[in-house]
């Protein structure tokens, strides 16, 4: 049973930072690929990064390259997401989810999410 746990969400002004935590449990975690991805208000859940197995490799989606990084330390089986550069367009609900590969399939469902809002 896969347990998703995100965190560090909150308020920050456009131009500023943020980290991200999630914590995993219930499976092998360092087996396999993380993803983070984000739903904002009245749009589909999309795709933000992924990091491999053993955080060799990552990828990122356009609207956030350069801006974000994604990391992992396979000994806390967590999984972070930091986040510069802040835009409004980054105001979502950001989800973690374990994968086989860097662009999928995912598996494990859906944890909480932690909301992320950026002011102007």
């Known amino acids: 049973q896969v347990q998703l746990v995100e965190s560090g969400g909150g308020l920050v002004q456009a131009g500023g930072s943020l980290a991200l935590s999630c914590t995993a449990s219930?499976?092998?975690?360092?087996?396999?690929?993380m993803g983070w991805f984000r739903q904002a208000p009245g749009k589909e859940r999309e795709f933000v990064a992924a990091v491999s197995a053993s955080g060799a490799s990552t990828d990122y989606a356009d609207s956030v390259k350069g801006r974000f990084t994604i990391s992992r330390d396979n000994a806390k089986n967590t999984v972070y997401l930091q986040m510069n550069s802040l835009k409004p367009d980054d105001t979502a609900v950001y989800y973690c989810?374990?994968?086989?590969?860097?662009?999928?399939?995912?598996?494990?469902?859906w944890g909480q999410g932690t909301q992320v809002t950026v002011s102007s």
């Open positions: 219930g499976y092998t975690f360092s087996s396999g690929v």
């Open positions: 989810r374990p994968g086989l590969q860097l662009r999928g399939p995912w598996f494990g469902g």
